[in-house]
């Protein structure tokens, strides 16, 4: 991401609520970034829609996952992703509004045994392209 | 170029077939005879056709019914780059088998931007198959289609047999690597069309033009699928065509286009009708846009490559019957 916007005049942040992450993963994804912005509150993301936040459950147990996830905000889920390490892993998807199939397959890369992967209310889309792609996936899906 | 050698004519090729049809009788004959000899030979045999022509043969399979696995070919081919994908995963269900499929892939109401893509998919069968053992017979309907259509058959098609049985060469058959480069002429899109160069940090801003543009048609499921396949093509450009991508998108009475263009070169023609493996972090983009689009036109050379996608409203509940 560094190297796409270090010649174009966009800027893209990347949310990590700080208490809900540990140490370990906050120097790795700060390592990431150009910048660091100090607020605890929430920052508006980049302009065009696009953005993605990316905010732990209090338990530790996953993530909640709001905003776009493309090829520009890959990098940061997959940092995100990364850090999880509980044996049933959920993420809250209902503030979800686009994610690709490179996203997705991030998501899915979590999805190992003897991991289990819960989704909480994953987009329409989202399930189309897990049943194109990974047909038969033991993913779990919860949606009201 | 994972193009095969060429597909020699004579006994070889002999197994992909063209049936040239004026009426019902023809059909039956010819479409029943194929299916006869591969259920006697203890293949499994897939077809697919336009609804009624399914539902004549249907009647006419009698108690043979259920050895056949019949499906609606304006549904499942209506985007004929996904028929190969179809074919391959019937292969893949009868491993060690020798299959026999019977496709027609056009129909009259077809448009000439789907036929050009009828006859690239066509060509690409043999390439596809050749060597899997799998016979495929493909009837045309000369009563009712166009005569470039016809045409564009006899290029494709090694074989041509007649609803009798009987079998002939056909002499304009035609390299699939030819067909595929010169088949569909794209046209340039309007002069109202909305354009924009889109790098790694415009994807967001790409959906928003594309939703825009398709939100008054589109209704969501269908404008998901759009943004979806739009990203994906962009995405591609970005990571393999030289970092940014060109689109442009428009509306028409019933559809929206989008055109993704950059500087890269697409050498494979089967792109995008394999499965790809779910854990390869390539390969997967252009699978995935054929099935979230209705129509894609994919024409690269060696001084880019432009992806051509249409989506339109889903069908409506009763489906366009082929006549017949």
Known sequence: MNEVFATRPAATICQYQRQR????????????????????????????????????????????????????????????????????????LAGLRFIDAGCLTEIMALAQPPRHLVLHDPPRIMQRMMDLMWPGNAVEKWSP | MSMPATTERGEHAAWHQVLFYEDRRQYVDGVLRFVDTALDGGRPVFVAVPPANGELLRRHLDGRGEQVRLADMTRLGRNPSLIIPQIRGFIDEHPGRPVSFVGEPAWATRTPAEIAEVTRHEALINAAFDGSGAQVLCPYDIAGLAAPAVADAMRTHPELVDPAGRRQPSERYTDPRTVWADTGHLPSPPAGAEQITVARSDLGRLRSLARQIAAPLLAAAALDELLLAVTELATNSVRHGGGTATATIWATSDRVVCDVADNGSITDALAGRRRPDPDASTGRGLWLVNHLCDLVQLHSSRHGTRVRITVAPPLPAAPFSAGT
């Open chain 1, 21 to 92: 992450f540990d140490h370990a993963l906050l120097s790795s994804v700060r390592g990431l970034h150009t910048d660091q912005l100090g607020a605890e509150t929430e920052a508006n993301v980049q302009g065009g829609g696009s953005g993605l936040s990316l905010t732990a459950l209090p338990d530790g147990t996953g993530l909640h996952i709001d905003g776009e996830a493309d090829l520009a905000t890959r990098a940061a889920l997959h940092a995100a992703l990364s850090a999880l390490d509980a044996e049933v892993v959920h993420l809250r």
